[in-house]
T-cell receptor
């Protein structure tokens, strides 16, 4: 069964810092990987989708990479802002979504 | 576009009662909807796949008699937690797939926080 792990579980940084969130998965037979944002008590907002044939995707200050062979993905957030504070989930899609436990990010003004 | 709503957003109920949660696709038709459950500090776990006009498919370990799913139309799926107990307290999120999309394109609802006293 696919297992998705995210490190660190929590992260607190001052505003303006660049940061990296990590995601690893055990089964490389995936179709794609997505990074989501979850605000407290809210649903999910899709941030970036990387197909299995792709290496990275960029959207604004966000850049996600995928190394399927090693089972790793990173989400890079540039010039962090207090509004980036949320929980970030990665999810891999094979025959269904498998979610990581998330990284809780706090950006301190 | 592609908005999914859930109602209610929060519900508190007494142990032993039943609670119904609605999931609606507002601007598209969805032949397939999914129900997920998220316990505190844990990842979302797929509970069941809801198909319009047919029986839901439940994941291993999910009691189908306890979590009743009805997908009566192309825009509405309901999850009823029957005889709720405190251990059913969780955050329930649904997602929906536009009818002509693949299952890797899911639009998520805002979630329902269930607290069973």
């Amino acid at each position: 069964k696919q297992e998705v792990t995210q490190i660190p579980a929590a992260l607190s940084v001052p505003e303006g810092e660049n940061l990296v969130l990590n995601c690893s998965f055990t089964d490389s037979a995936i179709y794609n990987l997505q990074w989501f944002r979850q605000d407290p008590g809210k649903g999910l907002t899709s941030l970036l989708l990387i197909q299995s044939s792709q290496r990275e995707q960029t959207s604004g200050r966000l850049n996600a990479s995928l190394d399927k062979s090693s089972g790793r993905s990173t989400l890079y957030i540039a010039a962090s802002q207090p509004g980036d504070s949320a929980t970030y989930l990665c999810a891999v899609y094979g025959n269904q979504f498998y979610f990581g436990t998330g990284t809780s990010l706090t950006v301190i003004p | 576009g592609a908005v999914v709503s859930q109602h209610p957003s929060r519900v508190i109920c007494k142990s032993g009662t039943s609670v119904k949660i609605e999931c609606r696709s507002l601007d598209f038709q969805a032949t397939t909807m999914f129900w997920y459950r998220q316990f505190p500090k844990q990842s979302l776990m797929l509970m069941a796949t809801s198909n319009e006009g047919s029986k839901a498919t439940y994941e291993q370990g999910v009691e189908k008699d306890k979590f009743l799913i009805n997908h009566a139309s192309l825009t509405l799926s309901t999850l009823t937690v029957t005889s709720a107990h405190p251990e059913d307290s969780s955050f329930y999120i649904c997602s929906a797939i536009p009818w002509d999309y693949g299952t890797d394109t899911q639009y998520f609802g805002p979630g329902t926080r269930l607290t069973v006293l």
